[in-house]
């Protein structure tokens, strides 16, 4: 949508495939799934074979231990836990359903902080935080998702990249203002996708 928006008419009715280091990062967001509503770590699923797309990925020390670094994040932020939080973004009339499903959200009721957390288990490329669409999304989304007798005083977009060898954990505080302004942006790119001839 925000990137290019004739990708959108043009990957209609393209297979969706994925490869395998996609479907290892999806592994990886099983198992942190797993220890989280479990209260686990992640080394007791050593030896579990995890079948994502035709893929297979048993549990090993190196994914055990990284994807214990998402879990001790996550666990030690306290608050109010959603895990793998599903959320829509009808409140802002876009002109397509739109959706998504954030890796962890805590809302911490003292400090009316909402924090969204998003597992990236790829080491190739650092994923930034500052200015990231990807983020701003899953934030916008999580915030609207809130019971809105919770007051947020600031959302804070976090990347924990346990692979990446430029601090596992990475964050950006966000006024609520400034996600619900780029809503508009959502709405404005949306709108370029769907037009006869999308620049």
Not at 33 to 58: I, P, Q
Not at 64 to 75: C, T
Request: charged share 25%; glycine share 8%.
């Amino acid at each position: 949508w925000l990137v290019c928006a004739a990708s959108v008419p043009l990957s209609v009715g393209m297979p969706d495939t994925t490869n395998e280091h996609a479907a290892e990062g999806t592994a990886a967001h099983e198992l942190g799934e797993m220890a989280l509503r479990s209260g686990k770590d992640c080394d007791t699923y050593l030896g579990m074979v995890l079948h994502v797309e035709g893929f297979e990925f048993e549990v090993d020390d190196e994914m055990a231990a990284n994807v214990q670094i998402y879990v001790d994040h996550v666990r030690s932020l306290g608050g109010e836990l959603l895990i793998e939080h599903r959320f829509d973004l009808s409140k802002i009339r876009p002109p397509v359903p739109m959706f998504g499903t954030a890796d962890a959200v805590v809302y911490d009721p003292g400090e009316f902080v909402l924090d969204v957390n998003d597992l990236k288990y790829g080491k190739g490329k650092v994923v930034d935080v500052v200015n990231n669409p990807q983020l701003k999304y899953y934030g916008l989304g999580a915030l609207l998702a809130m019971d809105p007798r919770k007051p947020i005083k600031r959302v804070r977009l976090t990347v924990v990249q346990p692979r990446a060898g430029n601090g596992a954990v990475r964050f950006v505080d966000i006024a609520p203002e400034e996600l619900l302004d780029f809503a508009l942006d959502i709405i404005e790119a949306a709108n370029r996708a769907l037009a006869p001839d999308p620049v």
